[in-house]
């Protein structure tokens, strides 16, 4: 008994503390298993990460697909999962975390990181913050800063690396490595291979989680047949409010429920991208007929969460067509920003053109573009007769390039699609409608070969509802003639080579 105590206690400071102390002893005989005593002091056994049961222990309660992706997490090192609104994602994720560190303790870190800080502040982060609160966990703490400390000791964070520095979320080394990629559609490959270099070994895990509004992406790629990721889908109908899976009141009021889908049906479409994206969690589904592709969508967004300082050029207002729809306005800045200034569901018209007028009053080196079809042109009767710097649009307008395009409305959305690749035009990252109406406009080919979009009719008829913000940016890209492209024409004139520069445009 006494040489294993002996032995317990030299193994306590090491491997090199328990041989030194064996050394006189070599050749003589040891009780049984006091080696074996002595040498589970160094050798702990690995803890088991289970989240689910974790947060059984600690109160939480969690429905189906919660439990599927956390045990997701702790079965695989690579996991994918696409999920519709309010489906309790982040809160699941902030249960794997807090299980990680709680498990492994020392030997954990955890790196969680979103598109934007704000996101990784506001989502991930805050969830984190109340979560360990509530829980009063005595080992961990959540800082402002989004810290994350075991014992007073850091054991990970939450960070938003440059987009294009694929070192953003490399040179972690712990032996229990976790990285949360949350809102995975909108973060760049890069992020993804930095995520990757940290989970070298057989311990580590990456989870990544997000809406599917976007097909062009590497969060669409890692979940294609064959990939190493297991891939999981959570969509709207698979929540407890439409299964009549039994959860407590408090969780199925934060669940979506069918009244909202059956709103955004409505509102959007049940064919729109939107509506496959936040509803079904499906990548929508491109086409040839797609004018404005979601690559393109994608280059051309900024991070909105600190406003645009760039003075505004116009405000582009698009009134609504029926008592559904919205009137929305949005400012086109100098630097090609797009901001949303206000928007008026089911609104009163005067009280649109008077806010419209506000607006102008105190922007007045610009001009307020309206869509004058229908409601509109009361708008604009009220704005001319304010004496405000006022454009009409009409979607059948003759457009500026009659050869090419059926009329204003068609050139309109090809202005748009050109100035977004040219980088003149940057739309908010924020702004999920107007990321979800781009798509749907839909080109198609007229009388002469003449480009025409695909009308509101037709884009309702098959389960689209008119995209009032994508039409509202369309303007006023036509207003600022931002579409407008350079062409190099090159001819003998008097003997001599000459090369002239005009402006026009191209299909």
């Known amino acids: 008994m006494v040489e294993a105590l002996r032995l317990s206690a030299a193994a306590s400071q090491g491997p090199a503390g328990l041989l030194a102390e064996m050394a006189p002893n070599r050749g003589k005989l040891v009780p049984k298993g006091t080696i074996d005593n002595a040498l589970s002091v160094i050798f702990k056994p690995e803890p088991k990460y289970d989240p689910v049961k974790w947060a059984s222990d600690h109160g939480i309660f969690l429905w189906s697909m919660q439990k599927e992706l956390l045990n997701s997490i702790r079965d695989h090192k690579f996991t994918a999962a696409r999920a519709c609104h309010e489906v309790g994602k982040s809160f699941a994720m902030a249960v794997a975390i807090l299980a990680w560190i709680d498990t492994y303790g020392h030997d954990a870190f955890v790196v969680f990181t979103a598109p934007t800080y704000p996101q990784v502040d506001a989502i991930l982060g805050r969830e984190l913050r109340d979560m360990s609160t509530k829980l009063n966990l005595q080992l961990i703490d959540i800082l402002k800063s989004n810290e994350i400390q075991f014992e007073g000791v850091m054991r990970g964070y939450g960070r938003k690396p440059a987009d294009h520095n694929p070192a953003g979320l490399s040179g972690i080394h712990a032996r229990f490595p976790l990285v949360i990629i949350d809102e995975g559609c909108a973060v760049p490959k890069t992020l993804f291979t930095g995520a990757n270099t940290i989970a070298g070994h057989k311990n580590a895990r990456v989870a990544t989680i997000g809406n599917p509004d976007n097909p062009a992406t590497h969060f669409r790629k890692i979940q294609e047949p064959g990939s190493k990721w297991n891939v999981i889908k959570i969509d709207a109908h698979s929540s407890p409010n439409f299964t009549g899976e039994r959860v407590p009141k408090y969780v199925s009021e934060v669940l979506i429920d069918p009244a909202t889908v059956k709103e955004w049906g409505e509102e959007w479409g049940v064919n729109s991208a939107l509506y496959t994206s936040k509803v079904l969690a499906e990548f929508p589904l491109t086409s040839e007929s797609q004018l404005i592709h979601f ?53 009163d018209l005067m009280q649109l053109a008077d806010r419209a007028a506000e607006w102008w009053r105190n922007n007045r080196r610009c001009f307020v573009v309206v869509d004058a079809n229908g409601n509109g042109e009361g708008v604009w009767s009220r704005l001319k007769q304010l004496k405000v710097r006022v454009v009409k649009f009409l979607a059948q307008f003759a457009a500026r390039d009659p050869k090419l395009y059926v009329n204003a409305r068609a050139e309109a959305a090809f202005d748009t699609d050109r100035a977004m690749r040219a980088g003149k035009l940057r739309i908010p990252m924020s702004d999920d409608v107007l990321r979800g109406e781009l798509p749907n406009l839909q080109k198609q080919q007229g009388e002469k070969n003449k480009w025409k979009l695909m009308s509101k009719e037709d884009m309702q008829a098959i389960g689209i509802e008119s995209p009032n913000r994508a039409d509202a940016l369309c303007m006023g890209a036509w207003a600022l003639k931002l579409g407008r492209v350079k062409t190099t024409s090159s001819g003998l004139v008097g003997g001599s080579q000459v090369n002239r520069v005009t402006q026009g445009y191209a299909a």
């Open 295 to 347: 690559d393109t969508i994608m280059e051309a967004q900024y991070d909105d969460d600190v406003r645009s300082v760039s003075p505004p050029r116009c405000l582009t207002l698009d009134v609504a067509s029926s008592g559904k729809d919205e009137a929305v306005a949005y400012s086109i800045r100098q630097n090609g920003d797009v901001v949303e200034e206000f928007a008026f569901p089911r609104s």
